[in-house]
Structure formats: C-alpha cells, structure tokens
C-alpha cells in the first residue's frame, strides 16, 4: 500500500500525518517540539514506526517484518523548520505553511473561504476562492494572541492549557482586557485580578482581546466571509473559539484533524506532484546521529551564513549560500 | 582631526545604495578624492547601525549609518550625505541625526550634508575636491554612465533569471560583472567592458518563454534597489520562474526632479484614490500599482522600511485597489527586527497565489 508521509515542524509543536491513496488520515501525531526540530523530527519517525509495528494490517505473516504493506511513497515537509525537516527526512516537496494549510482545507471543507489559523508563535489568514489562494496574511512582528501568550497567561493564573477554554465559557460577563500588545495585555490583566474580578471573566476577556487583536493586526483590510475554518493548536481552546464567533458574529467551524491540516496537506500535495522515485531517506534515520552546524563563506563580500548538516558525520546538504556555491555541490 | 590622521586631506565614505554604490565610488574617485567605500550591508552592520540610531526612525537612516562604521575605522573622515528636495518626509534629517550620533560616539568627522539641487551638489563637491569645472562635468559624466549601465544589467537580469537554463547562472555572471565593474576607474575602459558584458549577458542560455507570471515591486526607493535590504526580493522570486518588473530607481528619481511635471500626470492618474501628496514616493506607489494592473501584471509586491511615513500612508489604498482589482498583493514593512525566514514564508506563498492567478486567467 502506497502511503505518503506529511511533516509540519513548527515552533512550538511537531505534527505527522500518514495518509493513503484515498486521502484518509492513517496516523497524526502532535507533540511539542521542545525547541529541538532533529529531536522532534527523530521522535515523529520512531512513532510512526511503532504505528506501522502495531497496527499494520499488511504484515508479512511469514517474515513477521513490518512495513510490508505500507510503502513511504512520497514525504513532503511544512512549518518553520521546513527546510531542515526536508534535509533530515529526504523529503520530495518543501512546501509553505501556507499553502499547504490551504490545500488541507481545501480537501476537508471544499466550500471554506476564510481560514484563522493560529500555532504556538504565528499566526495567519488565509483567503480562498474556488479552492484556490487568493489573499494571505501573517503577524509580522507581534506575536500577541499566539499559543505561546496564552500558554504563557494559564501558567501565571495556574489553571492547565487544556482547561483554559472551558473555564472561559463558564465566564456570564466578561472584562475587557487591553490587548494590543501581550505586555499591557498581562499587566492589565493582573490589574483585573487585583481589583477582584472572577478568574473565568478575566480569562473570557483575554480570549476576547485576543480575536481582536487577530482581527485588527493580522487580517486588517481583508475581505472576511464565511464559511470560517478555524485551524492550529489555539483552536482546540473553546474560548477562543466562542470569542472568534462573537466578534465576527459569524459560525465558526473547527474541522476534525484541526491540528495537523498543515501536514495532511504537504502530504496530499507531495501525493499530487510526485517525482518517480521518494527520497526518502528511510526510518532508520531517528537513529542516526545528526548535527547542523553554520560557517560564513568568505568567497565575497557578501558574507553568507551557510548552514550544513551532517548525518554520521557526513555532510548531506548545505543551504543558505545566495550565489549556490555551496547549496549547488552535489550530496548523496 | 583624528590623532591616527593628522592631514586634513579628506577621505570619503558615503552612504550605501545596493549595486549603485559602485557608481558613487567612481565619481569621488574621478573627483581625485581618496575613497573608503561603505561596507556592505550584513547583519552585523544592521545590527550596529541600529544601536547606535534612534529606534523609532527609518530604517534606511540605520543600515547606512551601520555601513559607514567599518570605513570609518579604516580611516574615512568625511561622510557625504544628500537630503532630498521636495519630497516632504524624514529622509532630509538622516544626515543632521546621523552626524549627530556620530558625533556623539566620538568620531570625529567632517559630514557634508548638502541638498540635491545641482547648484548645492556642485558648490559642495568643488569645496571639497577643488577639482575644475570641466572636470567635475567629467566625473558627472562618467557616474551616470555607470549608473545606466548598473540599472540596464539589473533589467536585464530580471528578464534572464527566470528563464536561465542553468540555474544562478545570471546571478553567478552578475556578481563577477559588478566586481569588475567597480575595478575600471578610466573612461576609455568602460566602453569595451560594458560591450563585453552585455554581450555575456546576452548569451545566457535562456528556455525560449514568452510569457510568464509577472510581479511589479513597487515601494520605497532605498529599499526596492538595494538587493541585500530587501532581502533579495527580484533574485528569489525570478528564481521561482516570476518576471520582476522595477520602475523605481535613481533614473526614475533623477527624472522627476529635473522634470516636474511627471509628478503632475502622477496625480492625474491617481486622482481617484488621493488627491494630494504624502511625501517620499508615496504617489509613485499608487501609480505603478496601477499601471502594473493595466499591463496585466500577476501579483504585486511593495516593499517599505518600518516607520516609512509616506508608505504607511497609502498602504491602506494599495489594499484598497488590490480588493478592487483582485490582483495578489503582498505588503512587506522590512526592518532589523524582521527575519529573513519569515520573509521567504510569505514569498514562497505569494508565489503560489500569483501562479494560481496566472494559470486561472490564461484557461
């Protein structure tokens, strides 16, 4: 059975999707990256690995190997670490966050038009039109309203993560929180707290400020209509999914898989536009010992800061050179 | 004067202007001024341009205060700085504040900020070169043959790029043109090497394409010309198969100061969407938008340093125009805080809409 491998490494979490020739999701894994990609990238494969070890309904019954059935035809790689994940794995496509959220949209909600995604440091607005792309935005500089910030905020009041969102329902009025930037955000909330408003009203309010914020930073001038897709780590918060519908007075719909659509749709654009043969460099790489490393090219002034990794000591790839001397040089 | 420099002969830096400053070197050179050229912009330089300067200001104002830094500890002792006429924005107090934060960290320079109306640009360069009248008219000459010349390649590149057939080889052939170019200080050299180096040019085996997706860069001057500021916008995105298209650069300037009636047919175009100025280039944007859109174009990119006043003010009606018009827009406000990943994320993406738009409108 021919599968495809979708790898989105992100700041905060590391998302796998596996998905077969249908398009059906087999595997989705997301765990924190814990500001290691490698590591999380080597830990990613070594579940996958048990996965196919475990469930594999196409095991050999003589040779008992598994991965019989399941065939790594293609991997495609998204997130921030794209292009590291692409070098670690040997991947067939390095595709933006953008777009490959787009197209995992595009394959669960065929009739979306705008889709909010929110990870653990960005955030973006995507567009669409008949399933295609036409406008895009990211925060560029402001990283208020971020999984990190909310992160952040349910640590200092001390209710855990996963509570967060059903703490903010149970809030009848919430405050207003100033929420510009994340700085005046928590002062003005400890200032909340201090003058004896109720936790859930102060953290029904920050959600609130927080859509806001995402409204009037990141998709200022955009042309917002539904249906509404709301995507990444941020949106398994229910407050933040009820604050969105408030302030956009629209419905809000969080998809199945909401987590991991940027890695099920590098996956499916890695099945679209595969090349004859996965350059896939195989499982047996979570094993392996592999180190980044950077030097400045002194060949001319314009100084390039090339990045090269090594497995087992072997340099498998350089990048980050403008004039492709280095980037260009052929590794197996 | 510097202790390590007691002559008062004056030794040059300028500011750093992308692929331009070759052209300004040769016309101090010329002028038989000793020259420390800036240095190129890295990270480094940004980093220390940026703490020495106000931070609420431009970003221009940082990067090339951060160029000067090196050559000035290479022994420059006079900075040449130009304020611009006319155009009501911040740019005219980059050489006051800079020669004031130089100052102020101990450097101890002789900083000519002069206007650029050709009597202030004349009466400044006599001063301090005391070279003739014929052979100022000269040096002028042989600038502004450098100059064309450097914005020709640049065209040309960005017709060649996305259609070489070995990849970088436009670039590979730029880098060695521009480096030799900055070697020929004598006139009747120019004229052999500029044939020789069209000719190079001329001959990169391009995929015979007529048409392709084409993106207009449009925004403010500094930043759409200098490659290492814009993070290398035209290269990336010609590598990517996208015709950039570029109107803004020193002739484009230099016309309208000497022409001002270019400025007029401006405003009339743009009638519909402001009706005065707003400093800078700021009108200029809107109008390439709009050409850009008449043309056909696929996508439109404009590029502004944070804080970039007149910029800011029209971003609001570039957004406007691309809700109207429909054509992909993207944004960039670039300065020392930004990363080059990010960057390169909302690039990759662009390109995709923009070659979704391309391929929707032709079937």
């Known amino acids: 059975m021919k599968c495809y491998l979708g790898i989105d490494v992100g700041s905060i979490s590391t998302k796998f999707v596996l998905i077969d020739e249908e398009n059906r999701i087999l595997f989705a894994s997301y765990f924190r990256t814990e500001g290691n990609p490698i590591e999380a990238i080597k830990k990613g494969l070594r579940e996958l ?62 009739e979306a038009r705008t ?18 792309v036409v406008d895009f935005a990211m925060n560029l500089i402001c990283a208020a309203g971020t999984g990190s910030f909310l992160d952040a905020q349910a640590f200092r009041i001390g209710v855990p993560i996963e509570k967060f969102g059903e703490i903010a329902l149970t809030s009848k009025n919430p405050v207003i929180v100033a929420s510009r930037c994340t700085v005046f955000a928590e002062s003005d909330m400890i200032h909340k707290q201090q003058i004896g408003h109720s936790r859930e009203d102060i953290i029904a309010g920050l959600c609130q400020g927080l859509a806001r914020n995402f409204l ?20 398994e918060n229910l407050g933040m999914r009820r604050a969105f519908a408030d302030v956009l007075g629209e419905k809000v719909i969080v998809p199945e898989h909401n987590t991991v659509l940027g ?57 980050n050179d403008r004039c492709g001397k280095y980037s260009n040089l052929k590794y197996d | 004067m510097d202790a390590t420099h007691p ?65 000035l500890k290479k022994g420059a002792n006079t900075i040449f700085m130009v304020q611009n006429v006319g155009g009501s924005c911040r740019q005219r107090y980059y050489g006051a504040i800079q020669e004031t934060v130089l100052k102020e960290a101990g450097h101890q320079i002789n900083f000519l900020d002069f206007r650029a109306t050709p009597k202030d640009v004349y009466r400044t360069i006599k001063e301090i070169s005391g070279a003739s009248f014929w052979q100022i008219i000269k040096a002028a000459l042989f600038f502004f043959k450098k100059l064309r010349f450097i914005e020709k390649i640049e065209k040309m590149a960005q017709y060649s790029r996305p259609r070489e057939v070995e990849k970088g080889e436009t670039d590979r052939l730029l880098t060695e043109i521009f480096s030799e170019l900055e070697k020929i200080n ?43 500021v814009n993070f290398e916008v035209e290269r990336k995105l010609g590598l990517e198969g996208i015709e950039v298209h570029r109107e803004m650069d020193i002739t484009y300037h230099l016309k309208k100061l000497i022409f001002p009636w270019k400025d007029w047919i401006i405003q009339r175009k743009i009638n519909p969407y402001l009706r005065s100025t707003v400093g800078g280039h700021g009108r200029d944007a809107i109008y390439e938008m709009l050409h850009y859109i008449k043309e056909d174009f696929d996508g439109i990119i404009h590029l502004l340093p944070a804080f970039c006043m007149p910029e800011i003010s029209v971003r609001p009606i570039l957004e406007k125009i691309h809700q109207e018009s429909g054509i992909p827009f993207l944004s960039l406000s670039l300065d ?28």
């Open chain 1, 216 to 235: 009037n930073n990141v998709a200022k001038g955009k042309n917002i209509k539904p249906p509404i897709v709301f995507l990444g780590g941020v949106s």
């Open chain 1, 49 to 110: 690995k048990d996965f196919i070890k475990t469930h594999n309904p196409g095991v050999d019954p003589h040779t008992k190997d598994y991965g019989v059935g399941v065939e790594i035809a293609g991997v495609g790689t998204t997130g921030s670490a794209r292009y590291l994940a692409g070098v670690v794995t040997g991947a067939d496509l390095i595709k933006n966050e953008i777009s490959a959220h787009a197209k995992g949209v595009i394959h669960s909600i065929p």
């Open chain 1, 115 to 132: 889709v909010i995604e929110i990870g653990g440091q960005d955030s973006k607005i995507i567009i669409l039109e008949n399933g295609v």
């Open chain 2, 186 to 228: 004598k006139e009747k050299d120019f004229l052999g090497f500029k044939k020789a180096a069209l000719k190079k040019l001329r001959e990169i085996k391009i995929e015979k394409k007529e048409n392709l997706p084409k993106v207009g860069l449009i925004g403010e001057i500094y930043t759409v010309c200098d490659p290492t």
């Open chain 1, 263 to 319: 890695a099920f749709g590098v996956a499916i654009l890695v099945k679209k536009n595969l090349p004859g043969k996965t350059k896939f460099r195989g499982f047996e790489i979570s094993d392996r010992d592999i180190k980044c490393t950077s030097f400045i090219c002194r060949g001319c002034p314009n100084l390039c800061e090339v990045i090269e990794a090594r497995i087992e000591q072997k340099v498998v790839a350089r990048w």
């Open chain 2, 336 to 363: 020392e805080q930004v990363a080059e990943a990010g960057i390169n994320t909302r690039l990759e993406a662009f390109v995709d809409v923009v070659r979704n738009h391309y391929q929707n409108k032709n079937h």
């Open chain 2, 7 to 71: 002559s008062p002969k004056p030794i040059i830096t300028f500011a750093r202007w992308g692929n331009y400053t070759i052209a300004f070197k040769t016309l101090f050179e010329q002028l038989g001024l000793e020259v420390i050229p800036p240095e190129k912009t890295t990270s480094q330089a940004i980093a220390e341009g940026a703490r020495m300067a106000p931070e609420m200001f431009c970003f221009p104002m940082k990067v090339t205060l951060g160029n000067y830094l090196p050559a």
